[in-house]
């Protein structure tokens, strides 16, 4: 039976629904085409082992889920897309803009072993095998995937980390690290809250007015019900500030899937008020593929008798 999704109009099929055995999950066909370098995907309730309200893919950790059904759902979900889930590195994320490098060292924090880090809204690394995880329901997950340098980063961008502007910072940091262009970078703004359904009051409108132009301003934020209440659009805000930190209007790719819409398929803190699980964002470079025992078995005679050519 097919998913019944509400998708947001005027986008363009930027998001792919995907089933693997029980899992559902979601990925960004822009990244897809680099299915050979990395692993990109967005968790949905469907396929796990949770109940009641954290039916049934919940991947929070920090509310009150039966631990053992939430590491039987990382497991589950971790083989559906194709990764280790030892591998895999979970934010603590507090609505900051701190960024943490990502490394070997981390993985299977969070998940298998404990983080000694707090308040990281975000991840960079260059690393293979390192799989970057956020959780979400109704912020936004920010994807970035540089192809030139092998660098990707994931970000947390709620209304606090989007004025912050923790994208560009992220984007900062990849090119101090990893040497990454800004205009190389592919950034997906993925499934989250759409500005029909997040309606704010007016301290978040003085808020971002400090940070952007009056002309930006009137893209990201509409009229809501009365002079107090706004309609905030966090993906126009985001797609500003990844502009403005260099990246190129073809290489952003807008998500077409709100979670308040589709309370069924995604976790949305709004519409449960709160009741709810957590979906995760992955973002993970694919290690080199290990050689074949046999292949280089097979090829040891050749590889001998060449060598024997050669000092002769």
């Known amino acids: 039976m097919a998913e019944k999704i509400i998708y947001t109009p005027k986008q363009n099929n930027e998001t792919k629904l995907r089933k693997k055995e029980r899992v559902t999950y979601i990925t960004f066909p822009v ?65 900051t803009t701190n960024i943490r490098i990502a490394t070997s060292e981390d993985r299977g924090k969070g998940l298998v072993k404990p983080r000694d880090y707090d308040a990281v809204d975000g991840f960079v690394t260059n690393e293979p095998g390192v799989a970057l995880c956020l959780l979400f329901a109704d912020c936004v997950p920010v994807y970035l995937y540089d ?21 560009a910072k992220a984007i900062e940091l990849m090119k101090a690290e990893y040497g990454s262009r800004a205009e190389d970078i592919i950034a997906c703004i993925g499934p989250s809250i759409c500005q029909d359904c997040y309606e704010v009051s007016a301290d978040l409108y003085e808020a971002f007015s400090k940070e952007y132009s009056e002309e930006e301003m ?35 790719h807008v998500t077409d899937i709100c979670t308040n819409h589709n309370p069924e398929l995604l976790f949305s803190h709004r519409f449960t008020k709160g009741k709810r699980g957590n979906l995760a964002a992955v973002l993970m470079l694919k290690p080199e593929p290990p050689v074949d025992p046999e292949l280089f078995k097979n090829l040891l005679p050749s590889f001998k008798k060449e060598n024997e050519i050669r000092s002769n």
């Open 218 to 252: 009137n893209l990201i934020f509409r009229e809501g019900k009365d002079a107090e209440h706004f309609q905030l659009n966090l993906w126009k805000a985001i797609e500003i500030t990844l502009l403005k930190a260099g990246a190129l209007p073809a290489n952003i």
């Open 147 to 167: 192809p030139e340098h092998q660098a990707i980063g994931l970000v947390h961008s709620g209304w606090k980390g989007t004025v912050g502007q923790i994208s």
């Open 31 to 95: 990244l897809d085409a680099f299915e050979e370098q990395l692993v990109n995907a967005f968790s949905t309730r469907r396929g796990g082992f949770s109940k009641g309200i954290y039916k049934s893919m919940n991947l929070g950790l920090n509310n009150d889920d039966e631990g053992e059904n939430v590491f039987f759902n990382y497991r589950a979900f971790a083989q559906a897309i194709g990764i280790n889930y030892n591998n895999i590195v979970i934010s603590r994320q507090e609505h």
